[in-house]
Structure formats: structure tokens, C-alpha cells
């Protein structure tokens, strides 16, 4: 099979892999999108909060912030489109004190920045008329921040993508790339099959680092290395009833992983609390359930009527960060590292945090680089 000459593949079918399929589908034919697990989404797409974000917390400038608010509403226009579950929430920030309130100012001034032209602020009153139960002297109110149902999308995507004549192929692990000097040759399942293809797009989520060495590239040079951040959730039993998220301002210099608890809710009205992050070296999904108190003392100061017995494990999930512990904080990786020399090889790396809400723009922005290569 190794004589076979694909025109595209995609390595990774999580969300913004299989966004990609379908945009580029829809331009270009003979594309493939191989993942190594049974389906599609199965790690940090399907281990997420499924916010769609409006850019309060992206620097902009950087691609998460850049892409945050058209992202917000190319996913609202595909769920509209094609009946994708989703709901404009609205998000409250809530502040108590004064150190707290004025940082509220900064975070406003991030998201305008950023496009997000619609914020409030609350007063304590109009904060008890949304929700009574929350307990904060100040917040601002994003109303364009929602939830989707991320499998929904991503059932979308897929379906979409195979209707433009992509073939996805699971339980099929990249195990090595060689560089021919005009195209790849995909070593695939440790030798079970081989071929080549023109174009090679590198959107392996947590593996993402792997991929981009078995091409040739130096990661630790690069600073493509992934370092696993692990967030957990809890819920509650009896369940808040809450109808926006709601966030706390994060403490000032937060160490990593030591931010506020969110309040989130999914489409069925359930309330969940986190993420509470962690790095790890592995990747395991197991939950610590030793984490209750930190939750706790977190969400108490918003939502006092919780108690320490109330709180469950949920869920966990691991982000593939670029940012290491106490590093600064990074951006996606979006680049066709034909200055390393490897023309047509797109890599994705450190795609986290807003991944689900910039996943449209992400995969029109992987079309413009496959583009100058297939067009």
C-alpha cells in the first residue's frame, strides 16, 4: 500500500481535527483523517466543560484570543443551521470586595479587546434578581458566553466531512513519518499498513509533541513540548439550581492550577464545579476524590449554602499545554513548518483552552496554509 499517494491527511479526529476535515473536504478531495482510538473524541474533546467562550480571559493577539469571538459565532451559526443542541447562558464573573471589583475592570477591558462588545456590569441587587443564590458584591455579565453539546458538533463535523468523500479510519496510530522531500510516508499500527500523502496535518491533541518528532523535528527546541495539565469536576447532590455559569475572579498571581472554581452547567440544567488543575506526568484518567476541600472553600464564597458532604466526583481531563509550571502562558501552535524543512507539514500543537470555541476559525486558517500546496 505504500504506493498509494493520498492528496491530505489529518492526524487526530478530536474537534478541531474533524473541523478541519470538513472544511478542507469541502475545497479539496482525496483526504484522510486517521485516529487511534475506537471513535472520534474520545480524550480531551469529550473531557471538557463545552463552553463557548467570548473571550474575556485570551490575550489578544494571540490566536486564542484572536479567534475566540468569531469562533463564538460561527458555532452558534453552525448549531442554529444544522440543530446542535446549544444555549446562550450568559456567564456572571462574580467579585466580593474591593481588590476583586476593580480587577473586574481588567478583565472587561481583555474581552473588548477581543471583540466581546456586550459585557455588564451587575450590581449586588441585579446579581440576586438573575441568581438569588449567588452570593457577590459585583459582577460582569457575559451574555454571549453558552454550552453546546460537543458531541453533537463533532457528529456534525464527521458527518459532514464523509459526505465531501473523506475516509476516516480508527484504531489506526501513526508509528512513524518519513520526509521523501516531496511528500510523507505514514508508517501506521508499527508497520500493519503504509502510504503517502502530499500534505500532512499534525492535530494529534495530547500526542500532538509525538507526532511533530516523528517528522524530525526537535521539540524541546522548538518548545512543542506537551506538558499534561489535569483538570477534575465535582457536582453537587442536591444540585444548585443555576441558570448562567458562574465564575470568581481567580486570586491574584494564582499559582498554577489554583484558580476559582467555575460553576458550569450542561444543556440538561446539571451543575458541575471546576476544573481544578494539576500537572501530571502520565496520562490517567482516574479522579481524586481528595480534592473536595479545595472545592469547598472555592465555591462557598459564591454559593454559601454548599456543603463539604454535597460534593461528588464527576470527571477528569487533561489539557496538552505548552506552558509547564510556572511558565508564561502560551498560545496554539498553528504553523507549515516549511521553514524547518518540512513544506506541507501543518502542525496543531497545544491546542487546549478555547479549542472547542475556535475550532471553525482553527480549521479555516489550516485551509488557508493547505492551500499554496493543493490550489
Not at 467570548?54 to 490575550?59: E, H, I, M, V
Not at 458584591?137 to 465531501?164: C, K, V, W
Request: charged share 20%.
Amino acid at each position: 500500500m505504500i504506493d498509494e499517494v493520498v492528496n491530505i491527511t489529518i492526524i487526530g479526529a478530536g474537534v478541531i481535527g474533524l473541523a478541519a476535515a470538513r472544511e478542507l473536504s469541502a475545497r479539496h478531495k482525496n483526504l484522510v483523517l486517521l485516529e487511534k482510538n475506537d471513535t472520534y473524541g474520545m480524550e480531551t474533546s469529550s473531557r471538557a466543560g463545552e463552553i463557548i467562550h467570548s473571550g474575556l480571559y485570551f490575550p489578544a493577539g494571540m490566536f486564542k484570543g484572536d479567534f475566540c469571538r468569531p469562533g463564538n459565532s460561527a458555532l452558534i451559526e453552525t448549531c442554529a443551521r444544522h440543530n446542535i443542541p446549544y444555549r446562550r447562558t450568559g456567564k456572571l464573573v462574580v467579585a466580593n470586595g474591593a481588590e476583586q471589583i476593580e480587577r473586574l475592570q481588567d478583565i472587561k477591558k481583555g474581552g473588548e479587546e477581543n471583540g466581546a462588545d456586550d459585557l455588564l456590569f451587575l450590581s449586588q441587587k441585579e446579581i440576586h434578581s438573575l441568581e438569588p443564590d449567588v452570593r457577590a458584591d459585583a459582577a460582569l455579565f457575559s451574555p454571549s458566553t453558552g454550552i453546546i453539546d460537543s458531541h453533537r458538533l463533532m457528529a456534525y463535523f464527521l458527518q459532514a466531512a464523509e459526505s465531501n468523500g473523506t475516509v476516516v479510519v480508527y484504531r489506526s496510530e501513526v508509528t512513524g513519518i518519513q520526509f521523501t522531500g516531496k511528500d510523507y510516508v505514514l508508517e501506521v499500527n508499527n508497520g500493519e499498513y503504509s502510504f503517502k500523502t502530499n500534505v500532512l496535518i499534525n492535530s494529534a491533541g495530547l500526542y500532538s509533541d509525538h507526532i511533530a518528532s516523528l517528522v524530525g523535528i526537535d521539540i524541546e527546541k522548538q518548545g512543542y513540548k506537551i506538558h499534561y495539565n489535569k483538570g477534575i469536576f465535582y457536582y453537587a447532590s442536591p444540585s444548585p439550581k443555576l441558570r448562567h455559569l458562574v465564575w470568581p475572579v481567580n486570586p491574584p498571581n494564582k499559582k498554577a492550577g489554583r484558580r476559582g472554581i467555575h460553576a458550569e452547567i450542561d444543556l440538561s440544567g446539571m451543575v458541575k464545579f471546576g476544573p481544578l488543575w494539576d500537572y501530571v506526568e502520565t496520562i490517567d484518567y482516574t479522579c481524586d476524590e481528595s480534592k473536595r476541600g479545595l472545592f469547598y472553600e472555592s465555591i462557598k464564597t459564591y454559593l454559601p449554602q454548599i456543603t463539604p458532604e454535597s460534593l461528588k466526583v464527576s470527571m477528569c481531563g487533561i489539557r496538552p499545554q505548552l506552558h509547564g509550571p510556572g511558565e508564561p502562558y502560551r498560545d496554539f501552535v498553528i504553523k507549515d513548518e516549511a521553514a524547518l524543512g518540512y513544506p506541507g507539514f501543518i502542525n496543531l500543537v497545544g491546542m487546549e483552552c478555547p479549542g472547542l470555541t475556535c475550532c471553525i476559525p482553527i480549521a479555516q486558517y489550516v485551509t488557508s496554509l493547505v492551500d499554496r500546496y493543493t490550489s
